[in-house]
């Protein structure tokens, strides 16, 4: 099943799942599932599918992705949290940071997983049976606040208002029964410029899982980043960095198209 969550045009949030292009409104939650209802939702605002409770991202999880900027493969998934406040929804502006200035922001696409129940020391062999679903994500980075002003930490740099696109939709995890095997993309003003596939990951899903829930309890709307394929704009000869205009759709076959378009900060 596809989970949105929608905004109506007097302000109500409601769940719904497409249905032939149209949308009908759902109950439940990550806790018990969604079942459909035979309202139907006009959607005036797409919301982020899940409110997350903590955003984890991994770095360097693909392995031509580590080689393009240059680092070396890690041993362990390299870890980062992501403000909640960054969350943003499929159809809203990212919005470059003028007032703390990046000259130098990047967009990332990746598979985000979605965790439905408190998991602690779980085992790669059950590490799918705590997922609540999936959905995809643009993990904006601002490479100058990652590289040369953040101290070696990337969590500032991944922070901004705006910076961590979610949905349209999560897609339920009964739905996709290997998360290893997804071909993803992104196109950058109609031209593609990430294109891979997450068995190109070093870490897995189940591997992340385990490795995240090791002596840490993750709870229900922890959000995983599970880490971007190589064609950053950070990556290229010369760089190229994101501007106000350029439009952003990140795709994962099976889950959805989260579409972005990218603003100046106000004065
Ligand atoms: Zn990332």
């Known amino acids: 099943m596809k989970i949105a969550q929608i905004q109506t ?11 032939d292009n149209k ?20 959607p005036h605002r ?5 409110q997350p409770t903590v955003i984890i991202g991994i770095g360097l999880n693909y392995r031509a992705h ?15 949290f992501k403000n909640l406040s960054a969350v ?57 606040w990652q590289n040369i002003y953040g101290g070696g930490q990337w969590s500032r740099a991944k922070s901004f208002d705006t910076f961590c696109p979610l949905g349209p939709v999560m897609v339920t995890a009964d739905e996709i029964p290997d998360p290893n095997i997804l071909p993803l993309r992104m196109t950058l003003n109609g031209e593609v410029v990430q294109d891979s596939n997450t068995s190109d990951q070093i870490f ?22 599970t880490g971007t394929p190589p064609g950053v704009g950070a990556g290229k000869n010369p760089p190229v960095y994101l501007k106000a205009g350029d439009r952003l759709q990140a795709e994962i076959e099976g889950i959805g198209s989260l579409q972005n378009d990218v603003i100046e900060e106000a004065p």
């Open 88 to 144: 943003n929804g499929h159809g809203q502006p990212i919005v470059l940071p003028r007032h703390l200035k990046s000259d130098a922001v990047d967009y990332e696409v990746e598979l985000a997983v979605i965790i439905g129940k408190t998991a602690k020391n779980v085992p790669e062999e059950k590490a799918l049976e705590y997922v609540a679903g999936y959905a995809v994500a643009n993990d904006v980075s601002a490479r100058d």
């Open 204 to 225: 897995t899903v189940q591997q992340l899982i385990t490795f995240l829930s090791g002596s840490t309890t993750l709870l229900p709307g922890t959000v995983i980043l």
């Open 9 to 19: 045009a007097d302000g109500q949030s409601l769940y719904a799942t497409p249905v």
């Open 46 to 50: 797409f919301l982020p599918p899940v």
């Open 23 to 42: 949308w009908y409104g759902c109950e439940g939650d990550l806790h018990s599932g969604w079942t459909q209802t035979e309202t139907r939702i006009e």
């Open 66 to 80: 580590a080689e393009e900027v240059g680092k070396p493969l890690p041993d362990f998934p390299v870890v980062f």
